[in-house]
């Protein structure tokens, strides 16, 4: 089964069309025409138009890890939209946030996932040892965190209200022995290895966008644990299981970003609605961030790819940091979203969204300021760990003179 999605599902890349840019009206983005353009009978051209065509990761590899790729169904649950998701071209800027449209078509599906890889060409990078080591060691940091909180910088502590799902739960217990792990405790290792094949044997049953999520949150901390982890304590047998597990992270990642829904229920609030999409935009952001790592620690290379620049993130940043369960409730009746304590008016935004790529633009112009932890980790694997601690303390320190 291809990767590709129909035309009419699809959406360029370019925030909008040459005639809709022309004219300043707003377009859907879709491929081949937008609304717009079909319904004007006008030649409809963007400048950055994804490419389809590319196979799925070969399902020979799932099966021999035990799993098969689940059946796709776009309207799992109706769950937040890829709207949430869209894949922004370096340089433009998308919508999502907290401004979704309970019930309603948004207009958006996920352009193709390989389409973006295969054009311009995949690049070839290294970081220096300094850069890898000090992303490393946040990762291996990240299992005992999501123990000791509940939350990491891609699973928001509010994300699972009802509980933790079967997987994270499993996954909360792994890391609990992982702390314990030594090279003699056998006993440890194989509760780790049948753990991690249960987690992975799930893959098959996975039939709704959230559980999608959750397992794919969980393959990332299992994958910190037994793939980044030091050998010893970390056996041979259980390394080589999780080198074996890589296809499967790429595929769950894919998968995630392929099959989040086109609507939102009218039953979630719009806070919920935020922490879903934003910790679903981060947990693709930090799945490439493990591959990449592990790239670097094996080969001395990373590949960036067009889909990696272009993946979304908010630009609300310190939103994740803050209690803001009260706002649906503050906001109940109004026809907008009102004012998310003193973020500014969220609603109808289009900014709300910037690309990897942005990001990294606005770090070059001076124009991020106190980066939050995650954005720095996004920073430090684009630019080096160097330059984003030597212009931070620059801007600290810049900061005090003014206070003094």
């Given at each position: 089964m291809g990767l590709g999605v129909p035309d009419q599902q699809r959406v360029a890349l370019s925030r909008a069309c040459d005639q809709c840019i022309t004219a300043k009206r707003r377009c859907t983005r879709n491929l081949p025409q937008c609304q717009r353009c079909?319904?004007?009978?006008?030649?409809?051209?963007?400048?950055?138009?994804?490419?389809?065509?590319?196979?799925?990761?070969?399902?020979?590899?799932?099966?021999a890890l035990g799993a098969r790729l689940p059946g796709s169904n776009q309207n799992d649950e109706s769950l937040p939209t890829s709207r949430f998701l869209t894949c922004l071209r370096p340089g433009s800027v998308g919508v999502g946030g907290m401004n979704g449209h309970h019930g309603s078509s948004l207009?958006?599906?996920?352009p193709s996932l390989t389409g973006i890889q295969t054009s311009p060409p995949d690049v070839i990078l290294a970081m220096d040892q300094p850069t890898v080591h000090y992303l490393l060691d946040h990762l291996k940091s990240l299992p005992s965190t999501f123990i000791q909180t509940g939350g990491?910088?891609?699973?928001?502590?509010?994300?699972?209200?009802?509980?933790?799902?079967?997987?994270?739960?499993?996954?909360?217990?792994?890391?609990?022995?992982?702390?314990?792990?030594?090279?003699?405790?056998?006993?440890?290792?194989?509760?780790?290895?049948?753990?991690?094949?249960n987690i992975v044997n799930s893959f098959s049953t996975l039939h709704t966008f959230n559980a999608k999520l959750a397992f794919t949150q969980s393959l990332i901390l299992l994958q910190i644990m037994t793939l980044l982890s030091p050998s010893p304590p970390m056996s041979h047998v259980l390394r080589q299981q999780a080198e074996n597990r890589l296809p499967l992270l790429q595929a769950s990642i894919e998968e995630l970003y392929l099959s989040a829904p086109v609507t939102l229920p009218s039953s979630m609030s719009h806070y919920q609605a935020w922490i879903l999409a934003e910790s679903c935009r981060r947990t693709i952001h930090v799945g490439h961030m493990v591959l990449g790592v592990h790239s670097m620690l094996t080969k001395g290379n990373f590949t960036l790819t067009l889909f990696v620049e272009a993946l979304p993130l908010n630009r609300n940043a310190e939103l994740w940091e803050r209690d803001l369960s009260g706002y649906d409730e503050q906001t109940k009746g109004e026809s907008g979203h009102g004012d998310m304590g003193g973020?500014?008016?969220?609603?109808?935004?289009?900014?709300?969204?910037?690309?990897?790529?942005?990001?990294?633009?606005?770090?070059?112009?001076?124009?991020?300021?106190?980066?939050?932890?995650?954005?720095?980790?996004?920073?430090?694997?684009?630019?080096?760990?160097?330059?984003?601690?030597?212009?931070?303390?620059?801007?600290?320190?810049?900061?005090?003179?003014?206070?003094?």
């Open positions: 079909a319904k004007k009978k006008i030649s409809c051209r963007y400048k950055n138009v994804p490419l389809d065509g590319k196979p799925r990761p070969s399902g020979a590899i799932l099966m207009h958006c599906s996920a990491t910088p891609f699973i928001h502590p509010q994300l699972y209200q009802d509980g933790l799902p079967p997987l994270l739960q499993n996954i909360s217990a792994l890391s609990n022995m992982h702390t314990y792990l030594n090279s003699s405790n056998h006993i440890i290792s194989l509760a780790i290895s049948s753990t991690a094949q973020t500014g008016n969220l609603r109808a935004s289009e900014t709300d969204l910037i690309s990897y790529r942005e990001l990294t633009d606005m770090w070059d112009n001076g124009e991020v300021k106190d980066p939050s932890f995650f954005e720095e980790l996004l920073l430090v694997a684009c630019k080096g760990v160097d330059n984003v601690k030597t212009q931070t303390n620059v801007e600290r320190a810049e900061n005090c003179t003014h206070t003094l």
